[in-house]
């Protein structure tokens, strides 16, 4: 796992940083109080953060998904995107680590537009889909557990509309997905689902190497 570009010696990287990356002073805070926190390399990096924010406005989105949302950093990216009606159902099942969020997306001013759903990812979705939620979402952000990642695939898949983004984080898994010698479960379970995407006839594909690797799919 990175939450850093990947791929770029230090001192572009700082370049790359300084002439690109402008980060709300919130996002800027939350990075901050996330980084003391012992599990703080789970968070996204901003330049990230930043691209999928541009996403979202450049679809125009109003209604989002985010599976694993930790302090919340992608969430409130996303969020400060959305126009004042846009929603965000985030699904986590970690209370300790949403709290932070919540208290972030409070002060931001942004809490309206995002419904925490703490529950494992997969019933919240499947309600979603038994609720007739199909084919509404415009963009979903997935970045929860690994092993799970196929079936948060295919159920992004139902929810998203035609046209609709699915973006899917950690795709380069830290490089160890081009290392066959590295046969570990989350490793195999993304380098799947990589070769499946590669292969997948309903969406057209991105995969962009910023941070971690994040894939576009945009259901056709
Ligand atoms: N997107 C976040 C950010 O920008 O900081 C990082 C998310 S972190 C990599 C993964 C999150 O998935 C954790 O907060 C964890 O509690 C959550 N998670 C793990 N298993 C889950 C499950 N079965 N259902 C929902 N969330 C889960
Ligand atoms: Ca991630």
Known sequence: MSNKTLGLESKLY?????????????L?????ETAKHPMSMMQIAPEQGQFMALLVQLMGAKKTLEVGVFTGYSALAVALALPDDGKIIACDI????TAIARNYWQKAGVD????????????TLEKLIAEGQTNTFDFAFIDADKSNYDHYYEQALKLVRTGGLIAIDNVLWGGKVADQDIQDNRTQKIRNLNDKIYQDPRVNISLVPIADGLTLALKK
């Not at 800027?28 to 901050?32: H, I, S």
């Not at 970690?94 to 680590?97: A, M, Q, V």
């Open 28 to 32: 800027k805070e939350l990075r901050g």
């Open 14 to 26: 700082q370049y790359f940083q300084d002439v690109s990356v402008r980060e709300p002073d919130i």
């Open 94 to 97: 970690n209370e300790e680590y």
């Open 112 to 123: 309206h537009k995002i419904d925490l759903r703490i529950a494992p990812a997969l019933e």
